[in-house]
Each structure stands twice: as C-alpha cells, then as structure tokens.
C-alpha cells in the first residue's frame, strides 16, 4: 500500500507540474500583445447651406427705421431672386428693434434713434448655388444694405449630414489599417500575430478639408471625415 501511495503521489506531482508549466506558458503567451491604430478618411461634400443674411436699418423715428429695415429686406429678397434661390428657402429668424434713448449707459446726447436688426435664414441644399450668391453679397452693400456679423462667422455655414452613411465602410478601412500595421509589427519582431484582444472604434471627426489657419471646418463645403480606430492583438 505503501508503495502504490508512493506510486500515486509521484504521478501527481508530474501532472501538476505539467499544468503549472502550462499556465506560466498561457500567462506569459497572453501578456504579449501588440496596440495599433488605424486611420480612415474621407472627402465629402456638405449636403445642407445655412446662410444668417442679418442686416441693421436705423432712424430718428421708428416708422424711419421701419420703412429703411422695408427697404433692405426687399432688396435682400430681390437679390437672393436673382441668384434663383426660391423665396421658399428663405425664412426670417430674429428681429430686434433698439431706442437707444432708453439705454442709460450709450452716449447719444439725448437724440432718440431706433435700430433694427433683422435676421433672415437662407436653408438650402443647393450648395454651388449658395456659394455662388454668397460670393456676390458685396451688391448689397453697394445698394445701401448695412449687414451685420454680430451672431456668428459672416457668410453660409455647410453641414454634412450623411455621417451614418458612410461609418461602417469607414471603420472597415480603420480596422483593416491596424491589421495591416499589426501584421507588420508581428514579422518585425519575428512573431505570429493571433487574436484579437481589444479593440476601440475612435470618434469620428469632421475636419476641414484645407486646414489653414483662420479657416473653419463649417465654411467649407469639402471636408474631410477622420477616424482613428486602436486595436490590439495578441502576439505568439
């Protein structure tokens, strides 16, 4: 009996030393892994033009004011005519109207003046054509038109609205990018790549096509959507 609990201890310990020896392998095996990123751009166009036409009109009385804002408005929707942007697109977002006589802290020497601001909103998916127009908005000033940037950079703003359209083919380039660079990394380093252990989508950016300083993304109607996918994977 001795001997066969001997036998069976000795037998025991083998197995556990295998499997022990195993585990170190696994564990050793598991901590190897390498982290990549891979990058998907694309050029798109804006599909959607938001351009604020906002425009101030002053006078000794309000009904001056009035009838000078008249005059500007109809010349704004005379000109937007020509560039044969349908009345439709055009909506009026904000009005303000100021006497400066009731403002305690502006110098005007007890003169009343009102102003009037007004706002109209150009919305559009015709992107060329508002481009166009917005390149002649210097005829307005010629005409007497006073225009006005207090909300917002001056001229149309382009938004890309097709964003879902296009991520699955772009996280599909992103991911084939880190396989790609994870396969190189793997042979440099005289390796196998295995499986995947993590992986991170990235945020999907909107950038400006001509990155120039000054230049914002939403006044360009060409922009570049970007995402940086990281992957890791185990090495073997």
Not at 25 to 33: E, K, N
Not at 60 to 65: K, P, R, V
Not at 169 to 176: G, P, Q, R, W
Not at 180 to 208: P, S, T, W
């Amino acid at each position: 009996m001795k001997l066969f609990a001997s036998v069976i201890l000795g037998v025991s310990a083998i197995i556990s030393a295998a499997l022990i020896g195993n585990g170190l392998t696994d564990l050793r095996t598991g901590d190897r892994y390498v982290t990549v990123k891979g990058v998907a751009e694309r050029e798109v166009n804006a599909d959607l033009a938001l351009w604020p036409i906002r425009f101030v009109a002053t006078g000794a009385s309000l009904s001056e004011a009035q009838e000078r804002a008249r005059s500007s408005r109809d010349a704004i929707m005379a000109f937007l005519k020509l560039q044969a942007i349908d009345q439709n697109a055009v909506e009026l977002q904000r009005l303000d109207v100021t006497d400066t006589r009731a403002n305690p802290y502006q110098a005007n020497n007890g003169e009343q003046k009102f102003i009037i601001s007004q706002t109209l909103m150009v919305r559009s998916t015709d992107i060329d054509r508002i481009r166009q127009a917005a390149q002649g908005v210097s005829e307005l000033v010629d005409s007497g038109v006073m225009l006005s940037s207090d909300y917002g950079p001056p001229g149309p703003t382009y938004v890309f609205n097709g964003l879902n359209d296009i991520k699955p083919e772009m996280i599909a380039e992103a991911t084939a990018s880190a396989r790609e660079a994870a396969d190189q990394f793997a042979q440099d380093a005289k390796a196998e790549l295995g499986g995947l252990r993590r992986a991170n989508q990235g945020v999907f950016q909107i950038l400006a096509r001509d990155q120039a300083p000054g230049i914002m993304e939403q006044q360009q109607p060409v922009k570049t959507v970007r995402v940086v996918s990281t992957v890791e994977y185990y090495l073997r």
